[in-house]
């Protein structure tokens, strides 16, 4: 028995041993496939660059600038949520103080009615008791309450000394949020400030790009420049990057057609296919009006294979959600996730901009697959 025991717990040791060596080797896998997508990301930003180096000095200057806003927009989203986390906290903790004030006066007031009624009994009534030499049943009774009378007031003494010690402790605990709170407020109205400075940088910039484009023409072969640009970027990104293992607990996106939500809430502001200005340019996707600064949610698990900013389509982000499938995301104002990122469906990837020269707040939203595209309205609920 003995033999069969010291058996049991090798094969265990061993079994353990294999499951580690496993898992080892799992992780290492992915973080392979992790630093290969990385670095074929990392190649096609570079060839992209090199693309757009032709662009004039202003597009280089609005490139910059959006890019800065992008990165101060993001600071500022994770410093509201940040904000409004602690606000709830603090929140928690004034409720709980409140609560625990009352529940003080109750416990006091209690205690204060248990000691009068000792005090009007007196230690002397059991005494007197067997003195009398009351009926056995009856003094029994009366002993036993007087045993759950001590206790019951013992218990609430102790309830009022651990309502006294939480009371205590939560105080410093409510000043020292109030105090974090303060100063993440201040940092957020830092961010603010330097957020409506590089807007108005990017207002001058816009301003020098309207004096450039001239005519119709000329603002048709820049529309024609730049979805040329993002198609380039597409394709590379079908050719190099996608396919990737989506995990087995993630549902397929072609199960989802008809069921997903849309990106961000708003009004559709074209129609899938239609010509743009008037061009032979079309519409591969939907603009949808949105305000700025709110969430752009990924509509399905995937892993974002591009994140950056790109003539045209200004600061995007492309997210693969295997099988062939792509759903991409332009003109936003920040990036909140970046290339090599796992994301679920409803998870925050960017927020509602104007980025890509864009005039109004929106978002520019594409499904492709296999490299072509197809109506958002056919996927989104």
């Avoid at 864009?358 to 492709?368: D, K, V």
Wanted: charged content about 25%.
């Amino acid at each position: 028995m003995l033999l069969h025991a010291a058996n049991f717990r090798k094969l265990c040791w061993v079994l353990l041993l294999l499951t580690s060596t496993v898992a080892s080797a799992d992780n290492d896998k992915t973080q392979r496939e992790l630093n290969a997508l990385n670095e074929k990301i990392g190649s096609l930003k570079k060839s992209i660059s090199k693309q757009q180096n032709e662009r004039s000095s202003t597009a280089k200057a609005l490139r910059n600038i959006e890019k800065d806003i992008g990165e101060l927009a993001a600071k500022l989203h994770h410093t509201s949520n940040k904000r409004d986390e602690q606000q709830r906290k603090l929140n928690e903790l004034e409720s709980r103080q409140q609560q625990l004030r009352k529940q003080q006066i109750s416990q006091k007031a209690l205690i204060a009615e248990q000691v009068r009624n000792a005090y009007t009994l007196g230690k002397e009534s059991q005494l007197k008791m067997l003195l009398n030499q009351e009926q056995p049943e009856k003094l029994s009774r009366t002993l036993t309450y007087f045993d759950y009378f001590n206790r019951a007031r013992s218990e609430e003494l102790s309830k009022y000394r651990d309502t006294l010690t939480e009371l205590n402790s939560i105080k410093p605990a409510i000043e020292a949020e109030a105090q974090a709170l303060a100063e993440t407020n201040s940092e957020l109205l830092r961010q603010q400030q330097a957020l409506l400075q590089q807007k108005q940088q990017r207002a001058n910039t816009l301003a020098g790009i309207d004096r450039d484009i001239v005519t119709k023409t000329s603002s048709l072969n820049t529309l024609d420049k730049e979805r040329k640009s993002l198609e380039s970027v597409l394709q590379a990104v079908e050719r190099e990057i996608t396919n990737i293992a989506i995990p087995a607990s993630y549902k397929p996106f072609s199960a989802m057609r008809g069921k997903m939500p849309w990106p961000v809430k708003g009004k559709l502001l074209n129609r899938y296919g239609a010509p743009r200005q008037g061009s032979a340019v079309t519409w591969q996707g939907i603009q949808i009006a949105g305000r700025e600064g709110d969430s752009v949610l990924s509509i399905h698990n995937g892993r974002v294979v591009f994140s950056d900013w790109l003539r045209g389509a200004g600061l995007l982000i492309i997210v693969d959600h295997g099988g062939g499938y792509l759903s991409l995301y332009a003109h936003n104002q920040s990036l909140l996730r970046t290339e090599g990122d796992w994301v679920k469906g409803g998870e925050a990837v960017a927020t509602v901009g104007n980025s890509g020269g864009q005039r109004q707040a929106g978002l520019y939203f594409e499904i492709r697959h296999k490299g072509l595209p197809t109506d958002p309205r056919r996927w989104c609920q």
